[in-house]
């Protein structure tokens, strides 16, 4: 049986300092994890281009900077394998979820986020781990579920399908590795999403 741990972020070095989650604390909870692969949040062609061609930032540039300056280097020095699982199309991921409203229906509707996003920041110590707890993963999952009735056909795309295909590679990446320690990292908005995609599967332990 796998293990799998769940490890949420944030990509913002500002906020890393700020929320108390330095790079350094994440090498502290990798080193304690000892997995034997990392499952990311970088686009498999951004994988292979950095592999290929030595571009750090992915096909887009959308590669966070965590990865090449920190992740992808531990990796390499660690002998971890790295498994890239993120996933996009760009000519869908264009539009944004307040696009198609007015000036002031977007300005309303930033406002609300902002309200959310602030809520969640709230609670960033409930847990053991910065950004990290199931308190954290409800406001988040409410969040997106407003955001969803909100648009739902942009965020069908950009969050749920995204994280179908997402879980569906972490899957994968169990079903390839059966007896591995596997340290899934990402944004902490994305936990609760696996979280509740992996812990059906009878073949993780967590």
């Known amino acids: 049986m796998a293990v799998v741990g769940i490890l949420g972020m944030t990509h913002d070095e500002e906020m890393q300092w700020r929320y108390n989650f330095p790079l350094s604390l994440v090498e502290e909870l990798i080193t304690e994890f000892n997995?034997?692969?990392?499952c990311g949040e970088v686009h498999p062609d951004s994988w292979e281009f950095y592999q290929r061609k030595g571009e750090p930032y992915g096909i887009l540039g959308e590669t966070q900077e965590e990865y090449p300056s920190f992740?992808?280097?531990l990796c390499e020095e660690r002998g971890i394998e790295f498994v890239p699982v993120n996933w996009f199309e760009v000519d869908v991921f264009e539009e944004e979820p307040f696009d198609k409203f007015d000036h002031e229906t977007r300005q309303r509707l930033e406002n609300e986020l902002k309200q959310w996003n602030d809520k969640q920041l709230s609670i960033w110590n409930n847990g053991n781990i910065p950004l990290n707890s199931f308190d954290y993963d409800t406001i988040t999952k409410d969040m997106y579920n407003w955001l969803h009735t909100i648009n739902?056909?942009?965020?069908?795309?950009?969050?749920?399908?995204r994280h179908y295909i997402m879980a569906a590679r972490v899957k994968h990446t169990v079903a390839n590795y059966p007896d591995k320690r596997i340290l899934c990292i990402h944004g902490a908005d994305h936990n609760y999403w696996y979280y509740q995609s992996l812990k059906k599967e009878e073949n993780i332990e967590f």
């Open 152 to 161: 739902p056909d942009i965020q069908n795309i950009v969050w749920n399908s």
């Open 35 to 38: 997995p034997d692969e990392i």
């Open 71 to 73: 992740i992808f280097p």
